[in-house]
């Protein structure tokens, strides 16, 4: 049995527990809340100066062996950058190319890295510069998606979804071009 005296302080101390419980579960909250916050904000103030916009793969008929990468490829900083390698878990290697006509012939040149000056923007597209996607490791539809991660001169790796859709304009004499006769020049 306990004593009034004994009772009030009991009821007091539980009431000191519950209330501490509850200022450290609302500060878990807020912290939790400012950890969030820091997260949200830092991710949208350190993400790439190169935003890439667009990004497409022209549906291919199956069993083909090289499929092309486009798209839109934005420099929004004060810094020249250049991808200096592109790989993706879906392909066996991914290669940059710029088709171009030498002496007459159309030829696709690989390069070694593609360049953004600051403030601009590199379309790639065909009869241009594209992304060359070699052997696909998984049939690749219209509606489906194919992982690319590009490494930049700065360091930083982006890592992008991109969709394969049908072609609806003309197929491109780049589709035309065979393993063996591409690349090179
Ligand atoms: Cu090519």
Redesign the pocket.
Known sequence: MLTCDEYNHERLFNTFIYSTRVKIHSMKHLLLSILFNLILFSSGHASSNLKINNPWIPETPPGARVM?GFMQIQNTGNENIDIIAVRSPDFKSV?M?L?KEVKGVAK?LQQEKLSIPAKSQLTLKAGSY?L?LMKPLKQLQDGEHAQLSFSLSNGEIIKIDIPVRKNKTRRHK?MK?GPGK??GG
Do not use: F, Q, V
């Open positions: 092309a290669e190319h088709s696709m594209h060359m780049i071009c591409c690349g």
